[in-house]
């Protein structure tokens, strides 16, 4: 046999050989796709879908105010020789807070009542001769008028010991003080602030759609991070009013006073101004506070923890448990234990308002219905799922963070 046949045998054999193991090795892929397999079960976590009944609400952002809130400021020059308020104390009004230096005028003011005293003995005695017919009518006006004129001396000479003790204009909370004793003022020098703090004004713009929703009287809720740590009670409201609050931080309660007559022709907003009890004085002028305006009416809605929701450009989604059926009987599929197959199923839903960490859904959802609360960005549809809340966020519709 010559050399050439021997090497196309061998090379023939050495194919036949490869074909056999390739023919080998694809029945055997063919025959472990064709095997069934279970998909694995993902542990998630869930809750119930939240029927509840809202009242509806005007959200809008604003500042504080006081009632009264001036500088009070030294309405003539002068010396101080008397500071009688301490910086940051309460004061009543009429209370004396700065006396200036008087010893001028009222030196004047002794020369000017002895000149009244002696217009006054010249008008009586002139009364006394005009009735005897002994001086012309004439003289008996000149005496009076030179009575009135030394009588309004004395009094221009009391109003202004009057104007250089300086008094607080109504009651208050004073502030840092801006002078010093013996220093020399001029008109219109700032002495101290002043603050009416209680009540205390909540200023803040709504849109003029909402123009017709709005009335005097209507209740707002007012809610402001003063840096304390607080529950968010409502002082004197009961644990319902409170539980609604829907914001962690100081929460005080008021109504809407008064609503501006113009609409501002540059923003199209309107003013309205709400007053507030501020009894313990935690509310401060040029605080920056979230105000709600609660309307009359109550909406109901179907909602789920914000948690629930993927948020996508095409839709947004919710992952809903539910029992897995058997697609020939339509009967439920049990596990080896005997308990029903839970699978998700991905529904597109709309949204609506939020409160705290729940979201309204306006379509999509119906009561009664369960959803997966946390990571449903590495969700699918259809794959079965197990339920464990051990570990589950909870949703709250008056959420208080530990850490703010």
């Not at 009391?158 to 104007?163: D, G, P």
Request: proline share 5%; no cysteine; glycine share 8%.
């Amino acid at each position: 046999m010559s050399r050439l046949k021997v090497s196309l045998l061998a090379i023939g054999g050495f194919l036949g050989i490869v074909a056999l193991a390739a023919v080998i090795k694809v029945v055997q892929i063919n025959h472990l796709v064709n095997l069934p397999q279970d998909e694995p079960v993902t542990t998630v976590t869930a809750a119930p879908v939240l029927n509840d009944s809202w009242q509806s609400r005007i959200a809008a952002v604003g500042s504080l105010a006081p009632v009264e809130g001036v500088t009070v400021a030294a309405e003539l020059g002068g010396k101080i020789t008397r500071i009688a308020f301490d910086a940051g104390s309460t004061v009543q009004a009429g209370d004396v807070l700065v006396q200036l230096d008087t010893a001028t005028e009222e030196a004047q003011l002794r020369a000017a009542e002895a000149a009244v005293e002696l217009a006054k003995i010249n008008l009586d005695r002139s009364r006394e001769l005009l009735a005897k017919s002994t001086i012309s009518k004439a003289e008996f006006d000149t005496n009076d008028a030179q009575f009135k004129q030394a009588a309004a001396q004395a009094d221009n000479i009391r109003a202004v010991i009057a104007k250089k003790t300086i008094r607080a204009p109504f009651a208050g909370r004073l502030g840092i003080r801006r002078v010093n004793l013996g220093q020399i003022l001029n008109p219109g020098d700032a002495i101290v602030p002043l603050q009416s703090l209680d009540p205390i004004f909540a200023d803040f713009s709504l849109p003029q759609q909402r123009l017709g929703q709005i009335a005097a009287g209507q209740p707002v809720r007012v809610v402001t991070d003063d840096g304390t740590d607080d529950t968010g009670a409502i002082a004197g409201a009961d644990t319902a009013t409170n539980a609604a609050a829907g914001n962690a931080g100081a929460v005080f309660e008021g109504t809407i006073t008064a609503i501006n007559p113009e609409v501002d022709a540059a923003t199209r907003n309107v003013r309205v101004q709400a007053t507030l009890r501020n009894p313990d004085e935690r509310l401060r002028p040029g605080m920056f506070v979230n105000v709600t305006v609660l309307l009359p009416r109550t909406t109901k809605v179907v909602a789920v923890p914000a948690t629930a929701v993927l948020y996508a450009p095409y839709g947004d989604s919710v992952f809903v448990i539910e029992d897995k059926k058997d697609e020939k009987t339509g009967e439920a599929v049990k596990d080896a234990g005997g308990k029903p197959v839970q699978i998700l199923r991905k529904e597109v839903v709309r949204l609506g308002e939020q409160r705290g960490d729940f979201i309204a859904v306006t379509s999509g959802l119906k009561g009664g219905e369960t959803v997966v609360t946390s990571g449903v960005f590495k969700l699918r549809d259809r794959i079965p799922v197990v339920i464990d809340n051990k570990l589950a966020p909870v949703a709250r519709l008056a959420p208080n963070p530990n850490d703010t």
